[in-house]
């Protein structure tokens, strides 16, 4: 993966342009990890998506970044934008990988910017949440959470990195706000 390290004046130009992007299409910022946000760069090639992991596969596949998570240690990272084919295909997508957390959310774009702005203050609260129980989070395991609007939805915890998906633990109501919950619950 190819980085922009601190201090590098493309990594704040990368950040700039994202908030840029979202407001242009008059959305909140999503929320984007601390650590993540040094490294943010305009992936070009992706079209409007901006990000900390380089190079990208098809961002729409959400499959293929699950399946990496399942199958191979992956350094920290966030993705977000806009991708997808034709106005009832497009999606805007927010990847993340934490120790903890894998997180992968597409919204379809013809949501309501209310819905988004919802899903956006959602993830946010998911992070808030794991940070307050960093300590008490299962050794070894990382939350998976999947919201799709075009794939099969569903969290539950991941034993080892990389990891393979605990069953009893899979439910698949509400990913987001459930995950939440039961985080709280913790």
């Given at each position: 993966m190819?980085?922009?390290?601190?201090?590098s004046?493309?990594?704040?130009?990368?950040?700039?342009?994202?908030r840029?992007y979202f407001?242009?299409?008059?959305l909140?910022?999503?929320?984007?990890?601390?650590e993540?946000k040094?490294k943010?760069i305009?992936?070009?090639?992706?079209?409007e998506?901006?990000g900390?992991?380089?190079?990208?596969?098809?961002?729409?596949?959400i499959?293929?970044f699950?399946?990496?998570?399942?199958s191979k240690?992956i350094?920290d990272?966030?993705?977000?934008g806009?991708a997808?084919h034709?106005?009832k295909?497009r999606?805007?997508?927010?990847?993340?990988v934490k120790?903890?957390?894998a997180l992968?959310?597409?919204?379809?774009?013809?949501?309501?910017?209310?819905a988004?702005?919802?899903?956006?203050?959602?993830?946010q609260?998911?992070?808030?949440?794991?940070?307050?129980?960093n300590?008490?989070?299962p050794?070894?395991?990382?939350?998976l959470?999947?919201q799709?609007?075009?794939y099969?939805s569903?969290?539950?915890?991941?034993q080892?990195?990389p990891?393979?998906?605990?069953?009893t633990?899979?439910?698949?109501e509400?990913?987001?706000l459930n995950?939440?919950?039961?985080?709280?619950?913790l």
């Amino acid at each position: 993966m190819n980085f922009i390290g601190p201090g590098s004046p493309s990594s704040s130009e990368g950040l700039d342009a994202a908030r840029k992007y979202f407001e242009s299409v008059q959305l909140e910022m999503p929320f984007i990890h601390q650590e993540e946000k040094r490294k943010i760069i305009h992936i070009t090639d992706a079209g409007e998506v901006f990000g900390s992991k380089t190079p990208l596969k098809n961002l729409y596949d959400i499959n293929t970044f699950v399946g990496e998570v399942l199958s191979k240690p992956i350094s920290d990272y966030v993705v977000m934008g806009l991708a997808g084919h034709g106005v009832k295909s497009r999606a805007i997508h927010y990847y993340a990988v934490k120790e903890h957390l894998a997180l992968f959310v597409q919204i379809n774009e013809q949501e309501s910017r209310d819905a988004i702005d919802g899903t956006f203050h959602a993830i946010q609260y998911i992070f808030e949440a794991l940070e307050a129980k960093n300590k008490a989070l299962p050794e070894g395991k990382r939350l998976l959470i999947i919201q799709s609007d075009f794939y099969a939805s569903g969290y539950g915890w991941i034993q080892g990195q990389p990891g393979k998906i605990d069953e009893t633990t899979w439910k698949t109501e509400d990913p987001l706000l459930n995950a939440l919950s039961e985080l709280d619950e913790l």
